[in-house]
């Protein structure tokens, strides 16, 4: 029996690829902070999400975070556990900001609130699961100006991966020749 494919399912299968990608080499780069990471895979997330929609977009984020947790030992662990958490959080609010007004809402501002999302779904997973001490809450603001530097990065990163896309370079003219 032979598994039935179409155009869509290769999109996803080779844009999560290109986020698992991304995500492995992030993981193997030394952090000034423990969990401060800057999250470049969630820019294929937020690209896909603005080309063709949440659908695609959802598929691409948890096959990451499942195929790149399985990929670097991690499954079932704390690190897995903080990941998907992240990653839900984060696509319920890209889910709900999806419905906003988009001339108020652009890339940047959506990686941005995915950002603090992704940062609040692992806090919480600290909170309530590894580290149950109200002592947590003092990463909060660390977490938070993380969140909205790389969120507003990868925000500026998205937005220019799409601006070349609408707006293709002209070719590039040879000079006249000279007499």
Known sequence: ????????????????????????IEAVVPSPLPGVKPGIANIVTLYVLLQYGFATAAWVSILRVFAS???????????????????????????????????YFSAITLSI?????HITGQLIVVRLWLIPHASV??????????ALFFGFINGLITA??????????APIKSAPDSP
């Open 160 to 169: 220019k991966l799409l601006y070349n896309k609408t707006h293709p370079s």
């Open 1 to 24: 029996m032979q598994i039935q494919t179409n155009i869509d399912d290769h999109r996803i299968a080779k844009l999560a690829a290109f986020a698992i990608a991304l995500h492995m």
């Open 137 to 146: 809450a003092y990463l909060i603001p660390i977490f938070a100006v993380a």
């Open 69 to 103: 947790s399985l990929l670097l030992g991690q499954f079932m662990s704390p690190a897995f556990a903080l990941s998907l958490s992240g990653a839900l959080l984060s696509l319920s609010v890209l889910w709900l900001a999806q419905h906003l007004p988009k001339r």
């Open 113 to 117: 609130l995915a950002a603090f999302a």
